[in-house]
């Protein structure tokens, strides 16, 4: 097999912390704005006032205000019976108004001018444009050994916790999705090593199986805690970083499918009737909001009564957190790292005794049969808001061109309802405040084509190896973007 290169990942040790400090472009010019206004005071057409539907009747504390300036506009004509625009958070008629209360059809270009000289710079300060979301990052479409992938991935914390990567050869696919938590360093340092040790492992025993993937999870949560080690006396606070992991591979026709946590995979498949596509789970949610999973973790401590403690309405495991195997979370499998003040703030019962997490895998093991349609790899970002049913019918009835972003943009549109906002209030929220809607979305989206399949083909050609993985963080690369400057990614 060729030997793979991830030259093009930065070392987790120097990534920067969590908390970003803000971006000198955010800073909003006052008098640019100001002197914007007076000339629409002069021009004597358009009254601004807040968007009706950026408020909340369930959560009045959505404000389109900001340091006292308002981040949400919309522009009205002066007539009453002209609708404001809704394709865009800042437009302008294209004509003024006579003095009847009708448009005019010209306006003039000295007028013309002037509206253009209001139009950029608040597009600029408020938004505007193209009217896309600047916090997702999609990929299409792209080609692996049987067939075709989509990526797609939103950030709503202030630091992109979520990483995705699917490596393609002609023997094998590998696709990982990992959902951090406590800030990014546990998914950014899976997504560097996770797919190597697959590899290496794989080389060594002559191809894929449950123990190589066992083994590549081991050295992973082993490498991240060697890190732990080496910057624990200055960020003791990486101690409870963590991850969930969910890996699938596909060699030689059969699947597996990996996972720690509570992100999801879900096949598609055509039922036997040949007509519907239904949906078949093939992962395990590690989250103690399942029962089954709250009795595994009360067996495995008996003598601990406050292992799983039902907190602020959700059951957590030391009040803490909910999932219970994840990579990282070092402070809650090593004892020595709890003693920290830092961690008395969680503030746990009893001393740990022992690990309440691991790092152990479920793993299940499948031959791809012909009425196998795809693949819906995701974090519980996604799941929040859709049904495993749900996510399956989007993907079938749907073209696969962009199909991953189709499926977040459906998870944040019901986000977006269950707080009766619409997608295009959610899209302007600044990431961090983001949150508080929805989480970080990743999906990955596997096309089956049994038809294409060819285990050998092109084994020495290294063209046929790629490896995607999402930006590392999205609100920085497209920033990067506005300067002309975006890093490519394969």
């Not at 029962?291 to 292992?307: C, F, G, M, S, Y």
Request: net charge positive; hydrophobic share 35%.
């Amino acid at each position: 097999m060729i030997p793979l290169s991830f030259s093009s990942y930065k070392p987790l040790d120097k990534f920067s912390p969590s908390t970003s400090p803000p971006h000198s472009k955010t800073k909003t010019p006052f008098l640019l704005i100001k002197s914007q206004i007076k000339i629409l005071k002069h021009i004597k057409v358009f009254a601004f006032r807040p968007h009706p539907k950026y408020f909340s009747r369930k959560n009045s504390s959505i404000l389109p205000f900001k340091h006292g300036i308002p981040t949400s506009l919309s522009f009205y004509s002066n007539s009453p019976t002209t609708k404001p625009t809704q394709n865009s958070r800042v437009s302008f008629p294209v004509f003024p108004l006579n003095q009847s209360g009708n448009r005019s059809k010209s306006g003039g270009p000295k007028l013309t001018m002037m509206l253009e000289m209001c139009r950029r710079p608040l597009e600029k300060c408020f938004g505007g444009g193209d009217g896309g979301d600047g916090l997702l990052w999609h990929m299409d479409l792209k080609p692996h050994s049987s067939g075709d992938y989509s990526i797609a991935v939103v950030q709503a914390n202030s630091a992109l916790e979520d990483q995705g990567q699917v490596f393609t050869s002609p023997c094998a696919t590998y696709v990982g999705v990992y959902d951090g938590h406590g800030g990014p360093e546990a998914s950014r340092f899976i997504t560097n090593r996770l797919f190597p040790f697959l590899h290496k492992f794989a080389t060594e025993q002559g191809g894929l199986s449950e123990d190589v993937i066992r083994k590549a999870f081991d050295a992973t949560e082993e490498g991240f805690l060697e890190l732990v080690k080496r910057s624990w006396m200055v960020r003791p606070q990486i101690a409870s970083v963590g991850s969930c992991c969910l890996v699938g591979a596909i060699a030689d026709g059969i699947l597996y499918v990996a996972n720690l946590g509570d992100s999801r995979a879900v096949l598609g498949r055509r039922a036997s009737n040949g007509q519907a596509v239904v949906a078949e789970r093939l992962s395990t949610d590690h989250n103690v909001s399942v029962e089954e999973v709250r009795k595994e973790v009360k067996d495995l401590h008996p003598d601990d009564a406050h292992i799983v403690v039902y907190t602020h309405g959700v059951w957590r495991i030391k009040g803490i957190i909910q999932v219970s195997r994840s990579i990282g979370d070092v402070y809650l499998k090593r004892p020595e790292f709890n003693r920290d003040p830092l961690f008395h703030q969680f503030g746990m019962p009893i001393p740990l005794k022992k690990p309440v997490m691991t790092a152990e895998p479920s793993i299940v093991v499948r031959k791809l049969q012909p009425q196998d349609m795809f693949l819906i790899f995701a974090t519980d970002g996604l799941w929040e808001h859709l049904s495993d049913e749900t996510a399956v019918k989007i993907v079938s009835k749907n073209p696969r061109a962009g199909i991953a972003k189709r499926l977040v943009r459906a998870a944040i549109d019901e986000a977006a309802r269950k707080r009766e906002l619409r997608y295009d209030d959610i899209k302007r929220i600044e990431r961090g405040v983001r949150r508080h809607f929805h989480d970080d979305i990743t999906a990955i989206v596997i096309f089956l084509d049994h038809s294409q399949v060819s285990p050998n083909a092109g084994v020495k050609d290294q063209s046929f190896f790629n490896c995607t993985s999402v930006p590392v963080d999205i609100f920085s690369m497209n920033e990067e973007a506005a300067d002309g400057s975006l890093h490519t990614f394969p």
